[in-house]
């Protein structure tokens, strides 16, 4: 199986339970045109932090052969997902790692070099670790986090506070899922499919709408 469209379209993705939007290349496409800009920025290193079963991981690898992905995962089951994932679409430059505490943002970033990209999932622990009073190697690195307001009050007016005198921040916010959204590969299935039904296969599960921060250091523009 691999993804219909989008920035990973082609990849292969046979991961166990996996959300249908990702293989449909709908997959939290409000990032679309920030995931565009990162391709055109050329990252000296990837990290990714919450790499899950790989998704950005993965194909972040793909796009940057040249350069090595950091994956962060805690949970050993994604893990095994993530390097499954890697063997399926031939990617060498993965190195895959548990979880990451606030002690391994300096070393990563230097490790990544001067132009390091953080993509960042976790669930609320962006609290903990985006904090540049502590990694001040945080000041000159790209950033594109998720943020969870569900589960840390004014995370996001934090982490803007945080990042505001160094970076240039962009506020993403997620949306509903329309019918234009759905793959033209698969337009077809409009004659035979009901409207809700389209939309469903689109459903991402989230239990609240979703915001992300893009943050590019300043004069890295």
């Not at 079963?53 to 893990?79: C, T, W």
């Not at 590969?185 to 599960?205: D, I, P, R, Y």
């Amino acid at each position: 199986m691999k993804i219909m469209q989008g920035t990973f379209a082609g990849m292969d993705f046979k991961v166990p339970d996996f959300n249908t939007a990702m293989l449909l290349g709908t997959w939290e496409l409000e990032l679309r045109e920030t995931l565009q800009e990162i391709l055109s920025i050329n990252p000296s290193g990837v990290i990714c932090i919450g790499a899950a079963e790989g998704y950005y991981a993965i194909g972040m690898a793909i796009k940057f052969p040249h350069i090595n992905v950091l994956a962060y995962e805690d949970q050993s089951k994604y893990r095994h997902f993530l390097s499954n994932l890697a063997k399926d679409n031939e990617v060498k430059n993965l190195v895959s790692r548990g979880k990451c505490m606030p002690s391994d943002i300096q070393t990563s970033i230097r490790e990544s070099g001067e132009r390091a990209l953080i993509i960042c999932d976790v669930e609320g622990f962006e609290e903990k670790l985006l904090d540049p009073s502590k990694s001040h190697e945080l000041e000159k690195a790209f950033i594109l986090v998720e943020v969870h307001e569900m589960y840390v009050h004014a995370c996001e007016e934090m982490l803007v506070g945080r990042f505001q005198d160094t970076h240039r921040i962009k506020t993403i916010c997620g949306r509903d899922r329309l019918i234009s959204d759905f793959p033209r590969k698969l337009s077809f299935l409009k004659l035979l499919s009901t409207k809700t039904a389209l939309l469903n296969l689109m459903n991402e599960g989230r239990p609240f709408p979703m915001n992300w921060l893009w943050m590019v250091p300043k004069g890295l523009e």
